[in-house]
């Protein structure tokens, strides 16, 4: 894996993960937030999820194109979550947007609402955070709020200019681009990390893009999904043997990440069925440690809503 220093933005970094494929890392204090992937698949040029800010995003494309050589003719949005598709109207409006069916149906009604949401309360969160960030110490803390402060200065930004464009291609179960130089298979599953989520493999390579399918060094977020499910896709992207992995947020990783991700789940189930077994109130959930694998991860606050998902799901509620 190589570090592309021949194209800089403030937003990414560009890891070489094999001729012609490239993880575009969400770069600190940039607009970026999710990662990404440029694909040279031969004769077309794939984008794979496109950040949260039109900025970010443009970046993404001049980057793409001048990787290859080409326009970027294809943008995968992997789920309907904000951060993963905003930057489309950032791209050529020939440029064709790609997701599951359920996917653009998610992005048509949560959208909308989500956009109005960040008008009403962007402004008040970020200054909350900003408080926040002045009145702690703790490094791991530090560092999320960091990250969400960057976020919500990207949402700002972006939200006078936004513009929600849709997926204008849809697909069910898999598909495949077959380019002269390698293929591509985009996998649906739902109900994991979202309503659907859509990994691309890349067989020719082993090399899969996860999207928030798997998270490396950062609290997952399981509320709109479903960790059990997460696991059985995790364990059937096992089986494909891949040897790189690039997740939706975090460094690019290996197979062997894909087993931390399951250990994490499992900690949460025993967690909950303890909380369970003792009688814990919500309040004394809060409470609960993170474990001492897991407290350098960013984004703590996840862990807390993930331990009280999984303690309602089991409680059936």
């Not at 599953?189 to 950062?218: K, Q, T």
């Not at 062997?256 to 959930?285: F, P, Q």
Request: net charge negative.
């Amino acid at each position: 894996m190589n570090m592309i220093s021949s194209i800089e933005s403030r937003h990414f970094q560009l890891n070489q993960l094999a001729e012609g494929v490239y993880a575009a890392i969400h770069a600190e204090d940039g607009w970026a937030i999710c990662n990404a992937g440029i694909i040279d698949l031969g004769d077309r040029t794939l984008v794979f999820d496109a950040f949260i800010t039109p900025m970010a995003a443009g970046d993404l494309c001049t980057a793409a194109e001048s990787l290859t050589g080409r326009p970027v003719h294809l943008v995968i949005n992997s789920h309907y979550h904000n951060d993963h598709i905003w930057g489309n109207q950032a791209f050529p409006s020939d440029v064709d947007i790609v997701s599951t069916t359920r996917t653009r149906e998610l992005i048509t009604t949560e959208g909308p609402l989500e956009i109005q949401g960040n008008r009403d309360e962007a402004h008040k969160r970020l200054e909350a955070m900003e408080a926040q960030l002045a009145e702690t110490s703790d490094e791991t803390l530090l560092s999320s709020l960091r990250l969400f402060i960057t976020e919500f200065k990207g949402i700002i930004a972006t939200l006078p200019i936004l513009q929600l464009r849709l997926p204008n291609l849809t697909f069910t179960g898999n598909m495949t681009f077959s380019g002269s130089k390698r293929s591509a298979r985009l996998i649906e599953y739902e109900g994991g990390h979202s309503g659907s989520d859509a990994i691309l493999h890349l067989p020719d390579d082993d090399i899969v893009f996860m999207s928030d399918i798997l998270f490396i060094r950062c609290h997952p977020y399981f509320p709109d999904g479903d960790p059990e499910i997460v696991r059985r896709i995790l364990a059937e992207i096992k089986d494909l043997q891949p040897k790189i992995l690039v997740p939706g947020h975090g460094p690019v990783g290996q197979i062997s990440d894909l087993d931390v991700m399951v250990e994490y789940i499992d900690t949460l189930n025993v967690l909950a069925r303890a909380a369970i077994k003792d009688g814990a109130t919500e309040e004394e959930i809060d409470k609960i440690a993170i474990p001492g694998k897991y407290d350098q991860w960013i984004v703590p606050s996840f862990f807390q809503y993930n331990l009280k998902f999984i303690y309602h799901k089991q409680l059936g509620k």
